[in-house]
């Protein structure tokens, strides 16, 4: 593999190989040296679009967050009250269970990270605006985004881990917890 400055590479390149290494071998495996590797280029080479291994997980968890606001807020567009609710807890799970080692490398506080504050205050005001249907604004709307979230983070994450090791199907089982949490809104 040419170990030269490969010409065109980005950052975004850079994050996108990033991933692409998260995916297939968990965040664990995710160095300069094997992002190095999957671009062509030599490891030095990537100071100019990255300044550190810590600058990049930074850059790497600003994108997955990029990446489920996008999908979410497609999901609920043009959706409302439980339709809006059902549907975004579903694209949850589902991202969840489709990139479990990406969403891992999400910080769970994005803000209150600066270099993620934004991109975490865009996927909040996805929740928020599903909630205001419901007239939640405020604190309340704050507070009813952390039961949704702890709910659909917990299923998700204990189903990519392989913690559901019972055979009752686990559709069914979500179904369940999303009309949970449809019950507890307010009317």
């Given at each position: 593999m ?23 071998q ?12 999957r ?5 030095p ?38 339709d ?33 504050a934004?991109?975490?205050?865009r ?44 055979p009752e ?12 949490v ?5 009317r």
């Amino acid at each position: 593999m040419k170990r030269s400055h490969r010409a065109g590479l980005s950052t975004a390149a850079v994050v996108e190989a990033a991933l692409a290494i998260i995916d297939e071998q968990g965040a664990a495996a995710l160095t300069l040296a094997a992002v190095a590797q999957r671009t062509g280029v030599a490891a030095p080479s990537l100071y100019k679009h990255v300044g550190s291994l810590a600058g990049l997980r930074t850059l790497v968890a600003a994108r997955v967050l990029e990446e489920m606001t996008e999908r979410f807020s497609r999901a609920v567009m043009g959706r409302s009250g439980d339709d809006a609710v059902e549907v975004l807890m579903r694209e949850y799970r589902a991202y969840v269970t489709e990139h479990p080692a990406r969403y891992a490398a999400a910080p769970a506080d994005a803000l209150h990270e600066p270099r993620t504050a934004e991109a975490g205050q865009r996927l909040l005001e996805v929740f928020l605006a599903v909630l205001r249907g419901y007239g939640l604004t405020d604190s309340a709307a704050i507070h009813t985004t952390r039961c949704v979230r702890a709910v659909v983070h917990g299923f998700a994450s204990i189903e990519a881990s392989g913690g559901f090791g019972l055979p009752e199907d686990l559709d069914t089982t979500y179904s369940q917890l999303v009309r949970m949490v449809l019950a507890s809104l307010p009317r």
